[in-house]
């Protein structure tokens, strides 16, 4: 028998193999032995695969303005867990708590969002802490 497609089955199992292969460890990225708590305005935030990520404006030590990039769980496993689309929004002040890259750039990993009214979103919940 002919086979038509000679390369389809390498294709096909690259194909897969790359989702799990440019999914990367937490542990390898971020230093989670040490803490970062930000305080800033959210400026943007993309709702996407395999992480979601939003980004927020923060003063440093020197007062100038510096856009974290902060990542998140899959948006499934969020919305699993109660999250919205708009959970966090551009515009919403909110204080982060989480750990920084390894690289010591403006990345993190947030562990837990506090908004002005007290309510709190965390990685993988959103649950609500009414003051």
């Known amino acids: 028998m002919k086979q038509r497609f000679p390369g389809f089955a390498a294709a096909a199992a690259?194909?897969?193999?790359?989702?799990?292969?440019?999914?990367?460890?937490?542990?390898?990225?971020?230093?989670?032995?040490?803490?970062?708590?930000?305080?800033?305005?959210?400026t943007k935030v993309e709702w996407t695969n395999p992480h979601a990520h939003f980004f927020m404006d923060v003063k440093d030590a020197s007062g100038n303005v510096v856009n974290w990039n902060l990542e998140l769980a899959s948006p499934n496993v969020l919305i699993r867990n109660g999250w919205k689309r708009?959970?966090?929004?551009?515009?919403?002040?909110v204080t982060v708590t989480g750990s920084p890259a390894k690289d010591n750039s403006h990345l993190g990993i947030a562990q837990t969002i506090v908004f002005p009214d007290g309510h709190k979103l965390n990685f993988l919940s959103a649950f609500e802490d009414n003051p």
């Not at 989670?32 to 959210?42: M, P, R, Y």
């Not at 708009?86 to 002040?93: A, Q």
């Open 86 to 93: 708009n959970s966090v929004k551009p515009g919403d002040v």
């Open 14 to 42: 690259i194909g897969l193999a790359l989702p799990a292969w440019a999914h990367h460890s937490g542990a390898a990225e971020f230093d989670s032995t040490k803490k970062i708590d930000l305080t800033g305005t959210v």
